[in-house]
């Protein structure tokens, strides 16, 4: 008997990751190039911006592109359909309409509207009919919550769930938020904080960052530690005497504690101290 003939296996489907259609939507248009500013991707022609790429902008929880947006489409789209569209920051106040990515909005009509922010900017002889991209096919995979906010990944929140109990014995300290990254607080005063650095989302991939746990140390000290390379000195805290440790390959809880404990005591007012020691 004959054996049976294998029947062709199926071509496997390529994943199209929502921040691959974002690029073929906005460099589909002549002449459009991207650049990074402050590590968020922009799309511009001839040197003007007419998209910025933002995830999670300062814990903001969204997947957006920001659209240099016609005079007068942004009270429009942001007031009749807040589902998707909104304010965005820094730019608002000139006209920007933030658009939500993930949130169901179709991407023709997400196409139609850079390419009308494209219009604004190009020049005559670039512009282009509003339906010029032609339908576009969506994005297969949207992005997971632990992508959008990298303190959602399961380490993260195993991380932060042990620090909340380590300093359950301090004082007056409550938790907080600042940029999106969690931050604990001695009465008004931050004494330590998570974040991930270099966690923006690249168009070219999706980056979850390093962890790191920072805390004040004082000045001299900032010296001596970074000595060891998992320390370095943070940017906008560090001339405070501010000191970031790496934790996201190795996690020493007895090191955590001695820089929160050293932190805290800097920051907390007499009472506090006196209650922490009397106890």
Known sequence: MAAKSKSPSKPKKTARPLEQVVREVCLGLPEAEEKLSHGTPDFHVRGKTFATYAVNHHGDGRVALWLNAPDGAQQLYSERDPSYYFVPPYVGPRGWLGVELNQGLGWDRIAQQVVAAYNKVAPK??????????????????????????????????????????????????????????????????????????????????????????????????AMLTFDKRYHIPAYTGHNGWIALDIEDELNWSEIESLTDQSYRHFALKRMLKALDDS
């Open 125 to 222: 002889s670039l512009r282009q009919d509003p339906d010029v991209l032609g339908k576009v096919k969506p994005p297969s995979r949207l992005p997971t919550a632990a992508e959008i906010d990298p303190m959602q990944g399961r380490r993260e929140k195993s991380v932060l769930a042990k620090f909340r109990k380590l300093i359950a014995k301090y004082p007056e300290t409550k938790p907080d938020t600042q940029f999106g990254q969690p931050i604990w607080r001695a009465g008004k005063k931050t004494f330590a904080n998570f974040y991930h650095h270099g966690s923006e989302q690249h168009l070219s991939k999706t980056s979850r960052g390093r962890l790191y746990f920072s805390a004040w140390v004082g000045v001299e000290q900032q």
